[in-house]
């Protein structure tokens, strides 16, 4: 094993390559066996992985650092990940064996789900394909599992598994890693609940798409959504960590049905939403299905965006779904429309001198609203400057002047704590939290 590396290493030193880090740190369990990819950022189904088959039933370490290693040559020779945002021009750095460990595992080793969103073609009866828990325990005894390790489920509906609660307290027992499970909220776990209430490291994401009954019908095909609505309000009684997830297109995007789903996340006590958009049409605005995703689809996602910080309900609104012209008209609108609007004359710091923050401030900064300064409580970063502008301790804040009016925009992460501080240490400041992912 190690001589595969080496050799491997050999072979590469000092050339330019095409890299991608996910690569050599994903496991993505699909039905059809063992993908080394998780990413969809051409608004297709990757390419990169070369699906290892599950009839491979000793997939070792060493099977798996075949696979990498093959994968990693084949984009070289461009028959793989072509256009995908990921891929990095740059200059061959040796792989190690901490490099090569799994940060990342994705369970969808099943299809069907208990829902029928218009907009997901599959029509699967429910069906789990194998056990990738018994390969994952393999490569853990070789020590091939990351410290830093993160589990997300998807596929079908992972509450439809009969061994779903084995899965959860593979992560949450054994590694204590974070974890996402997207469920559509039909069936209501008390093994989901108590993961949520004992472990800051779970997160649940529920897709809604509705703020009517009427329209969650049109969507979902089925009439599920105050039960879906109940299942919210009540992971949310003992955890922030439920991310509500709103897919935009031309059957949701009137601003009253984004005002009723708003109301619906303060009555059940959300406190954060993720903005997405529906995938066919926003990347292929030319085929011809029953919905479309246009100018007004454009609108009602910055319309959203800013209903949500002006009720300070956490914002997460991920780039990688959505082509760069169309993710740029959106923030474009946000700003100009409606941001400005929002905050205007007020002062403005961006808490989290971090990638998020400094995306945020470059995005301010070329509508010309630049933030004043960061902050951050980071003792690393304070006191110093990006394109100028200085980050600021907590206390350095608290004896600074204050305008007539003032904002904090919270742009990282994991901002529960944060966005505590904040309000508790200054009350009488305006506090937000939009990360753009």
């Known amino acids: 094993m190690q001589n595969q590396i080496i050799e491997f290493n050999r072979k590469w030193k000092g050339k330019e390559i095409y890299n991608c880090e996910i690569i050599k740190s994903t496991l993505n369990f699909v039905p059809e066996g063992i993908a080394l990819c998780c990413s969809s950022t051409t608004g297709k189904f990757p390419l990169a992985h070369s699906i290892i088959s599950i009839d491979d039933l000793f997939f070792d370490k060493s099977y798996y650092i075949n696979a990498i290693i093959q994968v990693f040559e084949s984009i070289q020779n461009g028959t793989k990940c072509k256009g995908c945002k990921k891929l990095e021009k740059t200059i061959f750095k040796e792989w190690d064996e901490e490099q090569i460990k799994i940060r990342n595992i994705n369970w969808n080793h099943f299809k069907g789900c208990n829902s029928h969103c218009v907009y997901c073609n599959e029509t699967t009866r429910f069906k789990k394909y194998y056990e990738p828990i018994e390969i994952i325990n393999q490569l853990d005894e070789e020590g091939l599992l990351s410290s830093s390790l993160s589990i997300a489920f998807g596929g079908g509906e992972p509450t439809l598994l009969d061994n779903l609660e084995q899965y959860i307290k593979f992560g949450l027992t054994k590694h204590c890693c974070e974890q996402v499970l997207n469920t559509s909220g039909l069936l209501k776990k008390d093994f989901i609940k108590n993961a949520l209430l004992e472990n800051d490291n779970f997160w649940v994401q529920i897709s809604v798409d509705s703020g009517t009954p ?64 529906e995938m066919m049409t926003i990347w292929n605005p030319e085929q011809t299905l029953a919905w479309n995703y246009g100018d007004k689809e454009l609108d009602a996602t910055a319309y959203m965006i800013w209903k949500l910080v002006e009720t300070n309900i956490a914002v997460f609104f991920p780039s990688g779904i959505y082509p760069s012209e169309k993710y740029k008209i959106i923030l474009n609108i946000f700003v100009e429309k409606y941001l400005r609007i929002g905050i205007h004359d007020c002062a403005i710091c961006i808490w989290g001198m971090g990638t998020y923050g400094k995306q945020l401030f470059d995005i301010l900064a070329e509508y010309g609203m630049a933030p004043e300064y960061f902050g951050d409580n980071d003792v690393k970063k304070q006191g110093t400057k990006y394109r100028e502008h200085i980050c600021l301790s907590l206390e350095q804040i608290k004896s600074k002047p204050k305008h007539n009016r003032f904002c904090i925009i919270v742009a990282i992460s994991h901002y529960e704590e944060v966005f505590s501080q904040l309000k508790q240490e200054l009350p009488n400041t305006d506090v937000k939290v939009l990360v753009l992912l």
Not at 226 to 239: F, P
Not at 248 to 271: H, L, M, P, W
């Open 214 to 277: 009427e329209t969650y019908l049109k969507v979902k095909k089925q009439s599920g959504f105050h039960a879906v609505w109940n299942t919210i309000k009540e992971y949310c009684s003992v955890s922030k960590h439920v991310l509500i997830k709103y897919i935009v297109f031309s059957y949701n995007s009137d601003k009253s049905e984004i005002d009723a789903f708003i109301q619906q996340c303060n009555t059940s006590g959300v406190r954060n939403v993720c903005v997405s958009a």
